[in-house]
């Protein structure tokens, strides 16, 4: 279990993917940014999975990006027509020569595209 020390002497065990969660019956939900500094999303208590999912849904997060930031590194994929990076189910991987995330495929369809 992966666990670290913000710099209020908190400390937090790895959720899912970018998210942390600091011990206690009440925790904190935090999100590790890129420069390995933990960004404090919300509060609450009880079941963690609700928790979780409600505080990243609090700060007006998409279900698609709130699967992003759960998500491991090597279960992301990025969908060639917009860019953006999604959970590897939510990218057709498989129908296309490129990598088709959900919200574009009805589209890219449109356009022409066979599978």
Known sequence: MKTMVDKYGATYTKYAGQI???AGVGFNV???KETGELKVLGFG???AEKVVIQVLK???WS???IAY???EKDEVATCAVCGQTYHE????LVDYEEDVCML???KYKENGVDN
Not at 89 to 92: G, L, S
């Open 20 to 22: 942390w969660v600091s």
């Open 30 to 32: 935090a999100l590790l």
């Open 45 to 47: 208590n009880g079941e």
């Open 58 to 60: 609090t700060n007006g």
């Open 63 to 65: 279900d698609h990006y």
């Open 69 to 71: 930031l759960l998500s």
């Open 89 to 92: 189910n939510q990218v057709n």
């Open 104 to 106: 574009c495929e009805p």
